[in-house]
């Protein structure tokens, strides 16, 4: 069956702009959560949402946000993009909510903020 | 707190050598699992194994070791006879009970394997 797709791969943006990243999880999964990869901070938690409900949240300031629709593919946005943005941003899907479960990732979408 | 510590930054071998990647955590729950991801350069996460808090037994599969000391607080990860296939990024991460799928991962050993 198909992997998780994010869209866009790669994509180039301005300070001060905002940007949309989306992800198509595994056929049937619900569960999905994000995370942000970066050479400094390494891999670092933003959110994570099951059946439209963002269920936690990382330590991250408000500008970034997200979603999840009724077919379970998530959005997330980061608004007036800052250049210690750029970063690799992974989508991560699970059939349900467990902290048990292996997650399946995407290739991710890298951001370059000039 | 959770924490994740992979104190090698990158090992570089040769091919059949034998390499361990190193992985130490930290956490109060008696509850939770440790996986092993592996990232090659396309930039995804490859789910390698999970292993939970109550079973400490090895485990091997291919190439591929594992041996989890709760005593030592350590899951480290052994590639036997390495190929040039391996050279990767490899993380180590937990997680806790709680419901949440908020994995804590480590810095990552980047492990390249020359010819």
């Known amino acids: 069956k198909a992997g998780v797709t994010q869209t866009p791969r790669y994509l180039i943006k301005t300070r001060g702009q905002q940007v949309t990243l989306s992800c198509s999880p595994i056929?049937?999964?619900?569960?999905v959560s994000w995370y942000q990869q970066t050479p400094g901070q390494g891999l670092q938690f933003l959110f994570e949402?099951?059946?439209?409900?963002?269920?936690n949240k990382g330590n991250f300031p408000g500008r970034f946000s997200g979603r999840q629709f009724s077919n379970s593919r998530s959005e997330m946005n980061v608004s007036t993009l800052e250049l210690g943005d750029s970063a690799l941003y992974l989508c991560?899907?699970?059939?349900?909510?467990?902290?048990?479960?292996?997650?399946?990732f995407g290739e991710g979408s890298r951001l370059t903020v000039l | 707190a959770q924490k994740v510590t992979q104190a090698q930054t990158e090992i570089s071998v040769v091919e059949k050598e034998d390499v361990t990647l190193d992985c130490v955590y930290e956490?109060?729950?008696?509850?939770?699992?440790l996986f092993w991801y592996k990232q090659p350069p396309s930039g995804e996460l490859v789910f390698l194994i999970r292993?939970?808090?109550?079973?400490?037994q090895n485990e091997i599969s291919g190439r591929y070791s594992w041996n989890f000391q709760k005593s030592t607080s350590s899951f480290n990860f052994t590639i036997t006879a390495s190929q040039v296939v391996d050279s990767a990024v490899y993380f180590c991460?937990?997680?806790?009970?709680?419901?949440?799928?908020?994995?804590?991962f480590g810095k990552g050993t980047k492990l390249t394997v020359n010819p």
């Open positions: 991560a899907s699970s059939l349900v909510v467990s902290y048990t479960g292996e997650l399946f």
């Open positions: 056929s049937g999964h619900r569960s």
């Open positions: 949402y099951f059946s439209e409900t963002q269920r």
């Open positions: 956490t109060r729950d008696t509850t939770y699992y």
């Open positions: 292993r939970n808090s109550f079973d400490e």
């Open positions: 991460a937990l997680r806790t009970q709680g419901g949440s799928e908020k994995l804590v």
